[in-house]
């Protein structure tokens, strides 16, 4: 069921006219969407995961796009109690063009994630690379992170995480909707 709830959205969404963007503008003013779907229940560790995580953006001049994304996620371990977190996460994107279907971008996020008894929050740089499929669809891929993101629980010292570095072992490929 779970797994049909991601194909059935993109197919909702696709179903909607999109109005055609004015040549001297670029995309600025269009609205976009894309969005995270994990689960994972790993019987060696006994780990089980869900996330999802909507995320819904415009762009605010051609090449500049600002959004939001809000999710849920929970981990259990073995029999434990799920571990369950919230994240807001607004982003800015600056986009620029090698040819008419071809554009990186480069992404700047600031995650805020609240856990039971901690609070998460952080920094990121993201390249990546968007194909525009037609007017509505694309396809995009971010790889590698530059940030540094900190767990701060309400009892004890915080702990942080440097990211820095390209990873084409671990490229997330996303499905960008245009509206």
Not at 22 to 45: F, N, R, V
Not at 75 to 87: K, L, R, S
Not at 159 to 167: A, H, I, N, P, R
């Amino acid at each position: 069921m779970k797994k049909l709830f991601l194909p059935l959205a993109l197919l909702l969404l696709l179903s909607f006219k999109v109005a055609a963007q004015d040549d001297s503008k670029g995309l600025q003013g269009a609205w976009w969407a894309l969005g995270q779907l994990e689960y994972s229940d790993d019987e060696a560790t006994d780990v089980s995961k869900f996330g999802i995580m909507p995320v819904i953006g415009t762009f605010i001049s051609p090449t500049v796009t600002v959004g939001l994304g809000v999710g849920y996620n929970s981990t259990t371990v073995g029999e434990a109690d799920a571990i369950d977190a919230i994240t807001l996460m607004p982003l800015v994107r600056k986009y620029w063009n090698i040819n008419e279907k071809f554009y990186i971008f480069g992404q700047a996020d600031a995650p805020v994630v609240i856990y039971d008894g901690a609070t998460g929050y952080g920094l990121n740089l993201r390249p990546g690379i968007d194909f525009f499929v037609s007017n509505v669809l694309t396809l995009e891929a971010t790889f590698g992170q530059f940030g540094y993101n900190v767990v701060s629980p309400d009892e004890g010292d915080s702990v942080g995480t440097t990211s820095l570095g390209f990873d084409s072992m671990n490229v997330n490929f996303g499905i960008k909707l245009l509206f």
